[in-house]
């Protein structure tokens, strides 16, 4: 098993919306859905230079497969975002490998110090996973995330690098 993460690049706009609008994937995601191409390109367009945020897309065996990277990087801090798009990567360990090298990434490159990221309560699959990479449950937050029209709790994870 080969895993890989590359800058995400025009080239992965349809990989991303069919991902993200696929109801298998996107159950805890929190995007004004669906995804549209158009729409899709001129964000990458608008984003693609920015140092605040990295965004790269997952490599399993050569293949596109998912999604990963840091939004709000400030202070030597940012928050962590993955999503795995096709089946054949899932269960696999590709998404915790793939993370493995974000953090590396993060701290080599970015000389972050703190990774943090946020998860619904009810995401019990991705609560294990961050759990196995060292992510450590800090607090639960009431409230404090809107998913398809309903008020939800999260909980906040950190993993210091």
């Known amino acids: 098993m080969e895993v890989k993460i590359r800058k995400f690049s025009i080239e992965d ?8 609008n696929d109801s298998k994937n996107n159950q805890y995601l929190h995007y004004d859905l669906p995804l549209e191409v158009d729409k899709t390109r001129d964000w990458f367009l608008n984003n693609k230079d920015r140092t605040d945020r990295y965004d790269a897309t997952i490599i399993f065996d050569g293949i596109p497969v998912g999604l990963i990277g840091l939004l709000s990087i400030k202070d030597n801090r940012a928050e962590y975002y993955v999503t795995l798009g096709e089946d054949i990567a899932k269960g696999k360990g590709v998404a915790k490998e793939a993370s493995r090298l974000l953090l590396d990434f993060a701290s080599k490159e970015l000389n972050l110090r703190e990774v943090y990221l946020y998860t619904e309560v009810d995401n019990i699959r991705a609560q294990k996973s961050f759990e196995s990479i060292g992510f450590v449950q800090k607090e639960r937050i009431k409230d404090s995330a809107v998913n398809k029209g309903v008020l939800v709790d999260r909980y906040y994870y950190s993993i210091d690098l």
């Open 13 to 20: 706009i349809e990989s991303k919306v069919r991902w993200i």
